[in-house]
Each structure stands twice: as structure tokens, then as C-alpha cells.
T-cell receptor, first 114, second 116 residues
Framework: DTAVSQTPKYLVTQMGNDKSIKCEQN?????MYWYKQDSKKFLKIMFS???????INETVPNRFSPKSPDKAHLNLHINSLELGDSAVYFC?????????????FGPGTRLTVL | AQKVTQAQTEISVVEKEDVTLDCVYE???????LFWYKQPPSGELVFLIR??????QNEISGRYSWNFQKSTSSFNFTITASQVVDSAVYFC?????????????FGQGTTLQVKP
């Protein structure tokens, strides 16, 4: 029973293409996140949705567009891919209470832009 | 501004040695949460511990222990009698209480190599 799943696990594509990464959680959580891990392993928040509403939008190029069709899904669409977008993208979920709770992470999607 | 610093980029020890991973944080909030995550070579992120700013008690879980000191803004992690399976990248992270977004701010990570 996978708690947070992402597809695809690997994505290799050419510069200029548009691609999507999907994320689903079956934990019943109300908040989902996208993080980017660069080649130096640095992890940085990109977006977060709480009950389908965008609550975090860090300084990310507007080529990146998250979409949350329901509480259990948060997809990431990237337009006009650039070399610098190559990274591992992690989806995570948590239950928002009165304080920050443990985030459960997906296995990651390794995006390579050629 | 919030920030997490893990000054040790890489640590190499021999199996059975004890090792401490340092984490120093900055925040203006009085309510905040600190986390440690492990990223083994397989790449997934594994939750280890969560601590809120009002709970300064140290915690021990098997060979793992955590020392939270608000006076020095540190939340250090010690592995006792290290094992090869402990080899991984370890991340310390901070989440501020204000805004209640749950956003995690990660440190740069410390790569721990445990040699047999």
C-alpha cells in the first residue's frame, strides 16, 4: 500500500518540451507539496496545496504550474523545459493541524532535460 | 529570515563509531518545528523525528538520539555504534509556526559514509 506515489519515476526529455508529473496520496491528508532536489542534493519547496487551494508558491518560474483536482492528487506541469529543470522532484503530503506535522514523501521523479 | 545550516558536508566513520550530525537553525518565530529526514542511496526521504519548539527534552530511539538546545539554536543528531546501513544523506529541516503552511526549510544535508 503505497502512501504517496509519483509517476513517472524517471523522465528524460528534450529542451522545449512540455511534461507532467503526477502525485497521489492515499493517507487522507489535506495538504500536498512539491519539492525540487538539485544536483547538489539541496531540497527546496516549490508549491503547496491545502484542500485544493494554493497556499505556497515560492519563486518558481511560471513555466511550472501545479494542479490539484482533489485533495488526494497534486500534479506538476512544466512548459518549455530547460536544462536547469533537470532535478529530482518530490511530492509530499501531510495533515495540517495546529502545527507542522510529519510530511510523507513520494519516491521522487528524476527529470533529465537534454 | 528562516534558515537551517548543516555545516558538515560529508562525514566518514568506521562501523561501530559514534557520530554526531550538527544542525543549527534561525527563526524569529517562537513556535516552530524541527525535523530530521534520512535519504539513503535508493533516494527516498525517510522521516526520523519531529520536535516542537516547546519541547526541549532530548529523545532516544534505539541507536539514534537527538539533542535540542534552544539556547544555541541547535538540533543535533547522534548515531551510536554506527552501521553500514546508516550510510545516507541526512537532512535537518525547520517549519515555522506562523502562517501554518507546514513548509519545510531544509539544510544542505550531511552525507554520512560508514565504512565496514
Amino acid at each position: 500500500d503505497t502512501a504517496v506515489s509519483q509517476t513517472p519515476k524517471y523522465l528524460v526529455t528534450q529542451m522545449g518540451n512540455d511534461k507532467s508529473i503526477k502525485c497521489e496520496q492515499n493517507l487522507g491528508h489535506d495538504t500536498m507539496y512539491w519539492y525540487k532536489q538539485d544536483s547538489k542534493k539541496f531540497l527546496k519547496i516549490m508549491f503547496s496545496y491545502n484542500n485544493k487551494e494554493l497556499i505556497i508558491n515560492e519563486t518558481v518560474p511560471n513555466r511550472f504550474s501545479p494542479k490539484s483536482p482533489d485533495k488526494a492528487h497534486l500534479n506538476l506541469h512544466i512548459n518549455s523545459l530547460e536544462l536547469g529543470d533537470s532535478a529530482v522532484y518530490f511530492c509530499a503530503s501531510s495533515q495540517m493541524t495546529s502545527g507542522a506535522m510529519q510530511q510523507f514523501f513520494g519516491p521522487g521523479t528524476r527529470l533529465t532535460v537534454l | 529570515a528562516q534558515k537551517v545550516t548543516q555545516a558538515q558536508t560529508e562525514i566518514s566513520v568506521v562501523e561501530k563509531e559514534d557520530v554526531t550530525l550538527d544542525c543549527v537553525y534561525e527563526t524569529r518565530d517562537t513556535t516552530y518545528y524541527l525535523f530530521w529526514y534520512k535519504q539513503p542511496p535508493s533516494g527516498e526521504l525517510v522521516f526520523l523525528i519531529r520536535r516542537n519548539s516547546f519541547d526541549e527534552q532530548n529523545e532516544i530511539s534505539g541507536r539514534y538520539s537527538w539533542n535540542f538546545q534552544k539556547s544555541t539554536s541547535s538540533f543535533n543528531f547522534t548515531i551510536t555504534a554506527s552501521q553500514v546501513v546508516d550510510s545516507a544523506v541526512y537532512f535537518c529541516a525547520l517549519s515555522e509556526g506562523s502562517g501554518n503552511t507546514g513548509k519545510l526549510i531544509f539544510g544542505q544535508g550531511t552525507t554520512l559514509q560508514v565504512k565496514p
